[in-house]
């Protein structure tokens, strides 16, 4: 089944240890399609200003990534720019220029049909809501979210929640959108508010996932050189839903792998700034780190 | 194989969200034997005052823990009082009287033997290497230790390093004692100081364990309702060492099923103030969190 991704392409300046890096590819639209793109084909959906590399449009191309909807507007592509304290546990927004995303209305290319898995990446509800309405998406849907629009967005993001099916947000923006600390009761209250299956993503402690069968605890693929946490939630998400993309009818199995490959992809786009690290692993690294989360979690 | 504790028994005073609990039975040597005497025979070496109550000492028997090495010496017994944030992840110690414990030189009881299993729990490294050198230990020797330790034993601690085979303690103190951020550089770290086993303890994400031939990421018992976390750590090393207490020879299957019990054991903990949870987990309540714990985590 193809996927269908709706997120940004940004330039992002990353402060992080002691080293920078300036205008590099990012965005969640980038991070999840390129994960996702390793099982399934992806038709990625966005937006990109006149100052945006073609070569970048080619890289996703050589993925099998379909970007006949990411739109190239005049104007300036999407930037970001944030510095991660030493332990890069935490990070600190510095600018964001929403630019062409600003007053971005896509419009929904051939290539996607309503019988594609869709995920909304990581962006502001209100377009997230307008890719829902105007693909009218019959099939698995996930969508992804953060503390701005939980705040900004509250209400947009409510309606959203009973029309989806997966919800990935990490523990802090459960926290944020349940008001509950324990994160099972967070869990379950957002499981109330419509959505089915919940995936809180818990950065190098791995993530929780609930659904009304079952629950997982997802293990952390223990990586010894942290360079950059950028893109890891994003990544995780792609990895997850391109698995499951693959899949007609999915099991408890399916999801349970899933959640394992979004450990896995997410480990890649840590050990590097931006996305050079998950697009040199290829399928001989997913298997060894698969196998490596099995020795690492069997009793 | 027998298991012998050295350890505290205190009089805890616990502030806790909404509740609070005065002179409740806790100290590291409490937790840990309670634990450990579901799977194995425990010799419990300690000190309390005359104001210890008679009634705990016989339910550390009635739990068949030997309780000829628990001295009972003119004074008072150690009292440590604490308030936990609203979230429970962190606590501020609002009073410490170590009373017996600050002269205590504990006589070795006749049951102890030096072919026991050896659990240094939680005290002052000093009185560790004490006993150490008083038991002469040839079997499995492990240690738990804390922030305070750290900063103020530290020449100790670090020859006490080369004795012992495996050595338990959170996150923070991983960091604290090594320098390193990252657990795996800490447990590599820890592990040139001369212990050949590291078991970090992470709360209520779980915990990481590093040997020579494997590491291992062990689940957390997701628990509902967390009511006071004090003891967590203690209970979990107990469930580790009472069970790999029951076998002669020691496999990496033991070990990570150690931990695993170790894991549950501390979610019992956290469920009431003080002992009471645990105390009333028995072996239907264990088997039942083990088998959640595998379907938790299997893929």
């Known amino acids: 089944m193809n996927l269908t991704i709706i997120g940004s ?20 639209g980038t991070y999840a399609s390129i994960s996702a793109s390793a099982f399934s084909k992806v038709n990625l959906i966005s937006v990109v200003g006149e100052d945006f590399d073609r070569r970048y449009i080619e890289l996703f191309e050589t993925r099998g990534i379909n970007t006949s909807g990411v739109e190239v507007k005049k104007g300036k592509t999407f930037t970001w720019e944030a510095r991660y304290d030493k332990d890069l546990c935490h990070r600190k927004t510095l600018a964001v220029s929403l630019n062409v995303f ?46 701005v629009w939980i705040n900004n967005k509250r209400g947009t993001l409510l309606k959203l929640l009973k029309k989806i ?13 349940t008001g509950e600390h324990n994160l099972i009761e967070a869990a379950s209250a957002i499981r109330k508010l419509g959505t089915k299956m919940v995936v809180i993503k818990k950065g190098e402690h791995g993530a929780l996932f609930f659904s009304p069968g079952f629950s997982f605890v997802v293990p952390p693929y223990l990586v010894k050189s ?49 996305v050079d690290a998950l697009l040199k692993a290829g399928p001989t690294d997913i298997g060894k780190r698969y196998k490596t989360l099995k020795a690492l979690t069997l009793f």
Not at 119 to 145: E, G, Y
Not at 251 to 259: I, K, N
């Open 9 to 28: 392409l940004a330039f992002d300046t990353v402060h992080a240890k002691d080293a920078s890096r300036r205008r590099i590819l990012g965005g969640s």
């Open 102 to 147: 600003e007053t971005f209305r896509p419009i929904i290319p051939k290539c996607v049909s309503s019988d594609d898995n869709l995920f909304l990446a990581n962006i502001d509800p209100d377009l997230q809501d307008w890719i829902f309405r105007a693909m009218k998406p019959s099939k698995l849907i996930a969508c992804d979210t953060m503390d």
């Open 165 to 177: 099916h997966i919800l990935l947000l990490n523990d802090e923006e459960a926290r944020l959108l």
């Open 226 to 274: 942290v360079i950059d946490p950028t893109g890891a939630g994003d990544t995780f998400a792609g990895g997850m839903l391109g698995y499951l993309s693959r899949k007609n009818k999915i099991t408890d199995t399916d999801l349970r792998r899933s959640l394992i490959y979004g450990s896995i992809f997410g480990s890649f786009t840590v050990e590097s700034f931006g």
